[in-house]
């Protein structure tokens, strides 16, 4: 006996535009009406697994709201919604690992993303992200009181930066992300900040271990963000030919992206710098050969500190503050500390003013000398 065929009332229709092939429901319902419906969702074009893989979920997704579409027909509610808020029956899981597959982040922003998800995936694995509210977020966050409150921060402005993309997309109307009152929004403690002034710098030096290789290496590279202000990442990957010479002025100069901002920072090399990398100078592409120094600089650093007695929490990060403050200290403007540190606004290097209580003492002497 034949099988009867199913009516099929909802079908996908791709349309293939210039950034991918986009993703539609036509209806046909029982009473004659036909209707189309965008899914908001595109397959991109390409073949790596990347490529692959954000297609599998998009597919996965539009089948998902096709079948949510045919229960309801089928079920006898033929006025099949429209509106924005209820044309999407997409997780919001999906909608993060989709988004995360695609795009360009840095790969810390990448995991940043994945590690939201799980947090999500064992909360409510099966939220549609048209059913995001303000209260689901409060109760959400709230399910993270364990972390730390830069990891809260963090996966909160990593949602918000999710409910933005999801508004672009024309899946929700608004950001409930944004709809938290200040005081309802995560905060991250301000981590104290030390620098060493230059007489503690010196008997740090005095005291630091030189016995191998890697401790001179550890203190080379310690030294050098302390006169020009670069991070560890950027000063592992600097390399020669990131080192030039102004032909005006016979200086050095160095000129890198830096690896957290992506800024271009142009930094002139003092007679100190200098000393530490020709002394140096080899065929190795690279200035420094002690990438995987990090954790064994930081306990030598330490170890020194204490040696001296010097009661600060130094770190290899403390050299760059080292570099900010002392040139603040010394009548550098702000704004050109904050084009040497590479920061991408000033306010993130007006918080070394707060490191130096003595300049706004000064501050207030002047006030009573003008007034």
Same mark, same amino acid.
């Given at each position: 006996?034949?099988?009867?065929?199913?009516?099929?009332?909802?079908?996908?229709?791709?349309?293939?535009?210039?950034?991918?092939?986009?993703?539609?429901?036509?209806?046909?319902?029982?009473?004659?009406?036909?209707?189309? &419906?965008?899914? *908001?969702?595109?397959?991109?074009?390409?073949?790596?697994?990347?490529?692959?893989?954000?297609?599998?979920?998009?597919?996965?997704?539009?089948?998902?709201?096709?079948?949510?579409?045919?229960?309801?027909?089928?079920?006898?509610?033929?006025?099949?919604?429209?509106?924005?808020? *209820?044309?999407?029956?997409?997780?919001?899981?999906?909608?993060?690992? @989709?988004?995360?597959?695609?795009?360009?982040?840095?790969?810390?922003?990448?995991? *940043?993303?994945?590690?939201?998800?799980?947090?999500?995936?064992?909360?409510?694995?099966?939220?549609?992200?048209?059913?995001?509210?303000?209260?689901?977020?409060?109760?959400?966050?709230?399910?993270?009181?364990?972390?730390?409150?830069?990891?809260?921060?963090?996966?909160?402005?990593?949602?918000?930066?999710?409910?933005?993309?999801?508004?672009?997309?024309?899946?929700?109307?608004?950001?409930?992300?944004?709809?938290?009152?200040?005081?309802?929004?995560?905060?991250?403690?301000?981590?104290?900040?030390?620098?060493?002034?230059?007489? &503690?710098?010196?008997?740090?030096?005095?005291?630091?271990?030189?016995?191998?290789? #890697?401790?001179?290496?550890?203190?080379?590279?310690?030294?050098?963000?302390?006169?020009?202000?670069?991070?560890?990442?950027?000063?592992?990957?600097?390399?020669?030919?990131?080192?030039?010479?102004?032909?005006?002025?016979?200086?050095?100069?160095?000129?890198?992206?830096? #690896?957290?901002?992506?800024?271009?920072?142009?930094?002139?090399?003092?007679?100190?710098?200098?000393?530490?990398?020709?002394?140096?100078?080899?065929?190795?592409?690279?200035?420094?050969?002690?990438?995987?120094?990090?954790?064994?600089?930081?306990?030598?650093?330490?170890?020194?500190?204490?040696?001296?007695?010097?009661?600060?929490?130094?770190?290899?990060?403390?050299?760059?503050?080292?570099?900010?403050?002392?040139?603040?200290?010394? *009548? @550098?403007?702000?704004?050109?500390?904050?084009?040497?540190?590479?920061?991408?606004?000033?306010?993130?290097?007006?918080?070394?003013?707060?490191?130096?209580?003595?300049?706004?003492?000064?501050?207030?002497?002047?006030?009573?000398?003008?007034?």
């Amino acid at each position: 006996m034949k099988k009867k065929k199913v009516k099929e009332y909802v079908k996908i229709l791709e349309r293939k535009r210039k950034n991918g092939t986009y993703l539609f429901l036509v209806y046909r319902l029982p009473n004659g009406i036909r209707k189309q &419906e965008a899914t *908001g969702l595109a397959l991109v074009d390409g073949n790596s697994p990347i490529d692959k893989e954000s297609n599998r979920i998009v597919k996965k997704a539009v089948e998902k709201m096709k079948a949510d579409r045919t229960a309801q027909i089928l079920s006898g509610k033929y006025d099949v919604n429209f509106s924005i808020n *209820g044309k999407q029956k997409l997780r919001l899981c999906d909608y993060i690992e @989709m988004k995360n597959n695609i795009s360009q982040r840095a790969n810390k922003t990448r995991r *940043g993303y994945m590690n939201l998800r799980k947090h999500i995936q064992d909360y409510t694995p099966n939220i549609n992200i048209n059913e995001v509210d303000k209260n689901w977020v409060v109760s959400f966050l709230s399910t993270l009181s364990n972390l730390k409150p830069a990891s809260i921060k963090l996966y909160c402005t990593l949602l918000s930066a999710t409910m933005r993309q999801a508004i672009k997309d024309k899946i929700i109307a608004s950001n409930p992300v944004a709809e938290l009152p200040p005081e309802e929004k995560p905060k991250a403690k301000q981590a104290k900040r030390d620098y060493l002034t230059p007489e &503690e710098l010196e008997r740090l030096i005095s005291a630091f271990p030189r016995k191998t290789a #890697q401790q001179k290496e550890g203190l080379r590279m310690f030294l050098f963000p302390c006169y020009t202000g670069l991070r560890f990442s950027d000063v592992v990957k600097l390399q020669w030919n990131d080192i030039k010479k102004d032909a005006s002025n016979g200086k050095s100069y160095f000129v890198i992206e830096m #690896q957290k901002t992506k800024e271009i920072v142009r930094g002139y090399l003092s007679s100190k710098a200098l000393a530490l990398i020709e002394c140096n100078r080899n065929s190795n592409s690279n200035v420094f050969f002690g990438g995987a120094y990090l954790s064994n600089a930081n306990k030598w650093l330490k170890v020194a500190s204490a040696k001296v007695g010097i009661e600060k929490n130094v770190s290899f990060h403390t050299a760059r503050h080292t570099f900010a403050v002392n040139l603040l200290h010394s *009548g @550098m403007d702000i704004y050109s500390v904050s084009r040497l540190l590479g920061h991408t606004d000033i306010k993130t290097t007006q918080i070394y003013l707060e490191m130096m209580p003595k300049k706004q003492i000064e501050g207030a002497t002047l006030i009573d000398k003008i007034f």
